[in-house]
């Protein structure tokens, strides 16, 4: 079954202390993005990914890094995290990038709160 | 600059009814359009697409859209409101070239039995 994986679901933690967000896809998906959704604002992007090794930032991406290693692969870091990313997260993935035509194929969502 | 608008942040019908989910966009170029749909706890799934072929555009569980350049806008409507259609539904502009997708803030729909 084609998804867009991403762990964990949910976490509560402490301001300053480092986490990662995984998101791996199994569509062989070239592009993939990090998204956050807060109330009233829709989503906004953090950073994007066009293929391995290449990344690029998104419209919000103060306070967290991403890599692209592997092409299935595209975990977020929040190096030293604070109460104001706390939000929902949404990996996704396509075949092409932003610019296409191709949908999004969007993981589950990943719900931080940090304290 | 590329921008979206959805109209209504909350829209409620009963069931069985017509559903009516408006949006607008601003876009440079021609653009491609889409409507996802997000359930409680869940990502979003796309609903259908607008790429510049046909206006009138067939998504999945009976929902379809119009593409109207004169207006600018690319409502999102059903014939039949069901219950399990109660979801937050976003409009979606893709610009040209490598650039973030621009979101619209939300519609969220209620159905009443």
Known sequence: EAQVTQNPR??????????????????????????????????????YSMNVEVTDKGDVPEGYKVSRKEKRNFPLILESPSPNQTSLYFCASSSQ?????????FGDGTRLSIL | AQS???LDSHVSVS????????????????PSLFWYVQHPNKGLQLLLKYTSAATLVKGINGFEAEFKKSETSFHLTKPSAHMSDAAEY?????????????????TRLSVIA
């Open chain 2, 15 to 30: 069931e069985g009814t017509p559903v009516l989910l408006r949006c607008n966009y601003s876009s440079s170029y021609s």
């Open chain 2, 90 to 106: 976003f409009c979606v502009v893709t610009p040209r070239g490598y650039t973030p997708l621009v979101f619209g803030k939300g």
């Open chain 1, 10 to 47: 949910y976490l509560i933690t402490v301001t300053g202390k480092k986490l990662t967000v995984t998101c791996s896809q199994n569509m062989n998906h070239e592009y993939m993005s990090w998204y956050r959704q807060d109330p009233g604002l829709g989503l906004r992007q953090i950073y």
């Open chain 2, 4 to 6: 979206v608008t959805q």
């Open chain 1, 97 to 105: 990038g932003e610019g296409s035509n191709q949908p999004q194929h």
